[in-house]
């Protein structure tokens, strides 16, 4: 049995394909111009793209939750992008990505907390000590947000980065990693992080991740969930350490992260790296373990990340199927038996190969094949291929 199906069988096959994108392309521009015209007609303050579209997702179901909240089930299939807080705080930014449900996209994937420390918005729900630190800014208004996103039926993922936290170090050194000499320990990049074991880190983050909830986040996303991979590691004074695996401190971490905001109707996910489902990577990311906390596990499958020779493929990079197939089998093999979406970051971005709308959606017709949840895009400056948003082809 096959782990994943060939990549397409010759160039003819891809040039028949991308000739059929670019048709359809040309044809959604063509309906996108008539909704603008018609909107314009009716005087609409915002451009609204997307409603009666053939690959528009259908509104998630909703639950009123007994606290009053409106909880908004998951998308059969997830077709998300990531946003940055800083292009969210960009004047009309947020809608052209919401307009994008033209092509298919149904969730949103923002920050709420960055790797820089920072939270994205400015709340009297936040923790006091997120403002004492510097770290609240205000990128963007958290319920406007909110509100546009779910007017567009949309799937809204809070993005809340966990241990890696400069912002925080630097204020509150006795939160921080440790060198022997009692100054902050930081990575190659020279950032601070927070300490893994610290109950007080916890309360921290989670209490972002709350206040997100509250403003009606549909799912909160934890990021850097694990201890650090570069730096002398081998330095790291770790206060209120306790006599267990890296991979139970991670699972306690979510096993409280779950206590505290599945009351409030929100879903928990977590991000992974690609090859923690066979490889001991010794950070602390066991998917078995910590699949008992979590609704979503999302390993990030980007094949640029892989070193030459994994799963016998002396160019991943070359390979993105392949290596996307190969990395969500392990992964379905870890959490078999569990009832974890599994719902990948795939690339699309170029490192060392450029990427475009070939090599996108080989991934997302890997995950596909692999009975995946759905699928996010990747690219830190937020330009996406739009036509691999798309359902798949019937």
Same mark, same amino acid.
């Given at each position: 049995?096959? /782990?994943?199906?060939?990549?397409?069988?010759?160039? &003819?096959?891809?040039?028949?394909? $991308?000739?059929?994108?670019?048709?359809?392309?040309?044809?959604?521009?063509?309906?996108? !111009?008539?909704?603008?015209?018609?909107?314009?007609?009716?005087?609409?303050?915002?451009?609204?793209?997307?409603?009666?579209?053939? !690959? !528009?997702?259908? +509104?998630?179901?909703?639950?009123? %939750?007994?606290?009053?909240?409106?909880? $908004?089930?998951?998308?059969?299939?997830?077709?998300?992008? %990531?946003?940055?807080?800083?292009?969210?705080?960009?004047?009309?930014?947020l809608d052209q990505y919401l307009a994008l449900s033209a092509y298919g996209l149904n969730t949103i994937e923002l920050d709420v907390k960055d790797e820089n420390g920072k939270v994205g918005f400015v709340s009297s729900?936040?923790?006091?000590?997120?403002? +004492?630190?510097?770290?609240?800014?205000?990128?963007?208004?958290?319920?406007?947000?909110?509100?546009?996103?779910?007017?567009?039926?949309?799937?809204?993922?809070?993005?809340?980065?966990?241990?890696?936290?400069?912002?925080?170090?630097?204020?509150?050194?006795?939160?921080?990693?440790?060198?022997?000499?009692?100054?902050?320990?930081? *990575?190659?990049?020279?950032?601070?992080?927070? *300490?893994?074991?610290?109950? $007080?880190?916890?309360?921290? /983050?989670?209490?972002?991740? +709350?206040?997100?909830?509250?403003?009606?986040?549909?799912?909160?996303?934890?990021?850097?969930?694990?201890?650090?991979?570069?730096?002398?590691?081998?330095?790291?004074?770790?206060?209120? &350490?306790?006599?267990?695996?890296?991979?139970?401190?991670?699972?306690?971490?979510?096993?409280?992260?779950?206590?505290?905001? %599945?009351?409030?109707?929100? $879903?928990?996910?977590?991000?992974?790296?690609?090859?923690?489902?066979? %490889?001991?990577?010794?950070?602390?990311?066991?998917?078995?373990?910590?699949?008992?906390?979590?609704?979503?596990?999302?390993?990030?499958?980007?094949?640029?990340?892989?070193?030459?020779?994994?799963?016998?493929?002396?160019?991943?990079?070359?390979?993105?199927?392949?290596?996307?197939?190969?990395?969500?089998? @392990?992964?379905?093999? +870890?959490?078999?038996? &569990?009832?974890?979406?599994?719902?990948?970051?795939?690339?699309?971005?170029?490192?060392?190969?450029?990427?475009?709308?070939?090599?996108?959606? @080989?991934?997302?017709?890997?995950?596909?094949?692999?009975?995946?949840?759905?699928?996010?895009?990747?690219?830190?400056?937020?330009?996406?291929?739009?036509?691999?948003?798309?359902?798949?082809?019937?």
């Amino acid at each position: 049995m096959f /782990v994943h199906e060939q990549l397409d069988p010759s160039d &003819r096959f891809r040039q028949r394909r $991308r000739q059929a994108l670019i048709k359809r392309r040309r044809r959604r521009a063509l309906a996108i !111009t008539v909704l603008l015209l018609v909107g314009a007609a009716f005087g609409l303050g915002t451009t609204f793209i997307g409603h009666g579209s053939p !690959t !528009t997702a259908s +509104k998630p179901a909703q639950t009123r %939750h007994r606290h009053g909240r409106v909880t $908004r089930a998951v998308p059969t299939e997830v077709r998300g992008v %990531h946003v940055t807080m800083a292009l969210a705080s960009l004047p009309g930014k947020l809608d052209q990505y919401l307009a994008l449900s033209a092509y298919g996209l149904n969730t949103i994937e923002l920050d709420v907390k960055d790797e820089n420390g920072k939270v994205g918005f400015v709340s009297s729900d936040l923790p006091p000590l997120a403002a +004492k630190v510097g770290a609240a800014r205000p990128y963007y208004d958290v319920h406007t947000a909110v509100e546009k996103v779910h007017a567009r039926g949309m799937y809204l993922i809070g993005r809340v980065v966990v241990f890696e936290d400069p912002t925080l170090t630097t204020a509150r050194p006795d939160m921080a990693l440790q060198n022997p000499d009692g100054s902050t320990w930081k *990575n190659n990049s020279g950032l601070g992080w927070a *300490n893994e074991y610290d109950p $007080r880190v916890w309360s921290y /983050v989670v209490g972002i991740a +709350k206040s997100a909830a509250g403003a009606g986040f549909d799912e909160i996303q934890f990021d850097y969930t694990r201890f650090p991979s570069d730096g002398d590691i081998s330095k790291i004074v770790y206060r209120y &350490r306790r006599p267990e695996l890296k991979a139970q401190t991670i699972a306690r971490f979510l096993r409280y992260a779950r206590s505290q905001l %599945h009351p409030l109707g929100v $879903r928990v996910g977590v991000d992974v790296f690609g090859l923690a489902a066979t %490889h001991d990577l010794g950070i602390g990311q066991a998917p078995r373990l910590i699949s008992k906390y979590v609704d979503d596990i999302s390993p990030m499958a980007y094949p640029s990340h892989y070193g030459p020779g994994e799963y016998n493929i002396q160019d991943p990079n070359a390979y993105p199927g392949r290596i996307v197939a190969h990395s969500l089998y @392990d992964f379905r093999r +870890k959490l078999r038996g &569990r009832k974890t979406h599994l719902v990948p970051w795939l690339q699309d971005f170029s490192l060392g190969k450029t990427y475009g709308l070939i090599e996108v959606t @080989d991934q997302i017709a890997a995950a596909r094949r692999q009975h995946a949840g759905g699928f996010l895009l990747w690219n830190a400056e937020g330009i996406y291929t739009l036509d691999a948003l798309s359902g798949p082809s019937r």
